[in-house]
């Protein structure tokens, strides 16, 4: 989904609205305990000068893929990377 | 007594005359070599002589034939492709005749052959084995034999002149060289003599008085004098007085002398490699094991490498911008990983083998007892007070104060871990970068700081202090920073999230930028505006991986990485990210410009130095590499000659000295061209243009051939351009042109034409007789069948108008449906969202309208759908997939995108 003109925060506001919404709808006609949830990952191009179209869609991802992470039903602002990973510097050692 | 010390170097200086400092040559054992084997293409390893025609071919003589070599390969003329060698492929010397434009070539057995408008023809004969070879202006050649004897062989004629004897010579003849008035030096196995234009003969050391010695070379200086190459080094005849060049050089035996286009004399001997004498003194060549072979000639060629034959091979010599100290100039390891400048402006080594020091271009041990000396070492900085930090692979790190061993410090003693990969020492701290967190070392210990104190990666790999005191510190996933205050920040690039290696900072006086080396491009951060601009591929340049970063005294960054050094100025890549360029021009060094190994290497320690002498230094992975950016003019060579090797036309090799006329029936042309460049062929580009068939230049880097089919009959010109480096469009002119004639084929001939036309003329007048008496009879035909054909148009107009209607009824049918189908195509059927090929599409528009204000990304997915498609049917789970599409639907503003993206919707 695409946002036109929206900070991160509000974004991150309509992207809640979204998941509460969906978590509360109803879908009792399938099954008594039937519900559905979804996990959202939000990125901003905000000061993306290049290639924001690539980069979107990788943060967006990554954001997502965090989300799914840390147990569903969540939204997640996407982040860099915050883990090392010391065996990759050896090849420019 | 000092005054006889003194002489030789007097003598010495005179060689050269006067030239500028700023002209002084390379120091000898800077100079790139190259070397070429029987491997490589040459027909034997012994190199008897060399030489180089005007056309830009170099020529070396062997024992199994002549190798003409192109810089990339050697063509060889031996007794297996040429009658004129059918005897013997041996080809004891050979020279330059007629302006350089023939080559004279004798063989063994005493054949004098000439190659002369592309073919070797036999001219002459001699008695066997001449070892010199010379051809004066009047284009005689002299061959001086093994047997003691010297010949004066005509081209032209057939007179031979046969001079001295064995008896008088003392044995075989080495050397020749003309005099200003057609006669000759020449340098014997027991003396030198001068033959004169009247063939008088006169020996050289009896006519001054002297013993006489065995002379293998003999050279005119600059003021004419002679030089006299030995089995006692080189002597200088001033006069009467022989007096000796160098010390130097005593006992050693003298193969061959060359007198550079520099002035400077380079000597070869029998068993002791290579000297150069210049403005540098008396300099032997160590830099590479090859040369310490016998050496037999020496040559320079146009572009001013030195060509070395030995017995070994074939060996050149090149003043490259880069010159480099690995493992055989008396480096530890190869494997290079810091550098520092010392005070006494001596370059410190860290290898993978340890430490050494560069003084005055030479290697030399690093003068300290202590055992880091021979550690692996990943860092080096230095501190207050004579202090050395050393940073180590495996051994944590090292304080020696004036090369004495103070203290080291390991993870038991508080560091936070034995990997050092990154040092930077304050005035009241030393900031240490290891593998596993930053240590901080003051009076009151180690404190260290990890992921969880803050850092943004416990990798570090390099650290800086910017004019405004704040400490950088680069890991390999971001950046941390420590202002005046102490406190430990995260520096956030959350817009750049292709970047995660930072392996370099710079900054400089000028400007108010601070620049970070990284794993994808450069970063320009502005510390007021707090601005950050990357330049990456997308400018152009041939990588992005950068480790080291500098910039020289004339405003060019220079940028390390793992395809080579890439130098590009300042002011274009503030243009660049102003926007005002698009692409930056650069310019990439690598392993033909000096460099051992254009792997550069980065990660830890101080990868690129500059020194305040300007140079810049590089750590490689084949040593350490050294730039002085004012020699880089050397580089600059103008476009090297282009040949045509070979015209192949269906199959047979066509004579090039001759005017070209194919026949008629000609189908396939190949030609085979060459930039004869002898520097650095691999950087030779070409462009190839044949008139009237090409619409454009044609570039050919690697595959110096065109191929042409079934060319039409005409006259014909290929035209060919090259240069060193990449060209730009305007710079292209042809430095050669082939011609040739592809005669018509017999109806194409202008005989031919009038012939035919006249034929065809009486040809039609006959015919025009004929139908002038038919046509009166068709005219009553005609009359009845006009009728008739009349009546038959209007019944096919009729039924033409009914198809008409029914065409328009389908086409408004068809259109209807495509509109359907158009829908269907940017749609999902399922949730009547947008599909991912129309989302697409709007993304990239509106990534191109809305940068000002932004826009945000949301990638939805309903968690565990598998399941419910499982669970349930996959029917509900459509429903389901239309209740989310709703829900999404009611809760969008109009400007939002919606869309269901593969597999997920977003």
Known sequence: MLLSSSDLNAAFAFAERLRTSIETTDLSRFATDFRVTVSIGVASSKFQLRNSQEFLFKAADKALYKAKELGRNNTVIYRPPNTANPESITAAV | MQFWMLLPWMFLFSIITKQSLANEPLPLNDYHLESWTTKSGLPHNSINAISQTSDGYLWVATWEGIARFNGRDFKVFNKKNNDVFAKTSAISAIATCDNSNNLIATDIIGGVNQFKNNSWSKINKTPPFARALHCDSFNNVWAGLDSGETIKVSVSGNSNIFLGDSERSGGAVYSILGDSSGGVWVGTVKSAFHISDTLTVSDVYQQAGLQSQPTFSILKDTNEDLLLGTNDGVYRLKGNDLVRLSPKLAGLTVSYMLLDSQHSLWVGTINNGLYRIS????????????????????????????????????????????????????????????????????????????????????????????????????SMAKGNNDALWIGTYTEGLTLLRRNNFIKSYKRVDGLAADEVRAILATDDKVYVGTSDGLSILSDSGFENFRIQDGMAGNFVLSMFQSKDDTVWIGTSTGINRIRKNGNLEKFELIDFPDVHFIFGFYENDESPFIWFATDAGLLRYNPVTEDIFQVNQEADLPFDKFFGIEMDSIGNFWLSGNQGILQVSESQVMEYIDGKIQKLDYKLFGESDGLISKQSNGGAGTPIVKKRDGSLW???????????????????????????????????????????????????????????????????????????????????????????????????????????????????SASQILEFQIHPKFWETKSFFITASLLAASFL??????????????????????????????????????????????????????????????????????????????????????????????????????????????????????????????????????????????
């Open chain 2, 618 to 732: 590089f750590a490689t992975a084949k040593g350490v590499s050294k730039l002085d950016p004012d020699k880089l003019k050397i580089s600059n060579l103008s476009g090297p000659p282009v040949a045509i090797e070979e015209l192949i036309v269906d199959g047979v090799s066509m004579d090039l000295g001759q005017p070209i006329h194919l026949a008629s029936d000609t189908e396939r042309v190949e030609i085979h061209f060459s930039g004869l460049g002898l520097a650095t062929p691999e950087s030779i580009h070409l462009a190839t243009f044949m008139e009237g068939i090409d619409s454009d230049w044609v570039w050919s880097t690697n595959r110096n051939l065109r191929e042409y089919n079934n060319l039409p009959a005409g006259h014909y010109r290929f035209l060919i351009a090259a240069k060193y480096g990449r060209f730009k469009n305007e710079e292209l």
């Open chain 2, 279 to 378: 403005q540098l003194g008396v300099e032997k060549y160590t830099s590479n094991p090859l040369l310490n072979n016998r050496i037999i000639t020496v040559f320079e060629d146009k572009e001013h490498n030195i060509w070395v034959g030995t017995n070994g091979g074939l060996m050149k010599l090149r003043q490259t911008p880069f010159s480099t100290f690995t493992n055989t100039r008396g480096l530890k390891s190869d494997f290079i990983r810091s550098l520092v400048e010392l005070d006494n402006g001596d370059v410190l080594v860290g290898s993978s083998g340890g430490i050494d020091v560069i003084k005055d271009n030479e290697v030399l041990p690093f003068p300290s007892e202590a055992n880091i000396v021979n550690e692996s070492i990943l």
């Open chain 2, 765 to 906: 007048y006959f015919i025009h007789i004929l139908r002038l008496r038919n046509i009166t009879k068709l005219k009553a035909k005609l009359h009845k069948k006009v009728a008739y054909q009349t009546k038959e148009l209007q019944r096919q107009t009729d039924s033409l108008q009914e198809i008409s209607f029914q065409k328009t009824k389908l086409l408004e049918e068809l259109r209807l449906q495509s509109k359907k189908f158009e829908k269907m195509a940017l749609e999902d059927p399922l949730t009547g969202l947008l599909n991912r090929r129309a989302f697409d599409a709007i993304l990239s528009d509106k990534a191109a309208e809305q940068n000002a204000q932004g826009l945000c990304l949301l990638i939805l997915d309903i968690d565990n759908f598998k399941m419910i498609n499982d669970r349930f049917s996959h029917s509900v789970g459509d429903e389901v997939l239309a209740c989310v599409a709703h829900a999404l639907k009611s809760n969008c503003r109009d400007e939002d995108t919606i869309a269901r993206w593969g597999g997920r919707s977003s």
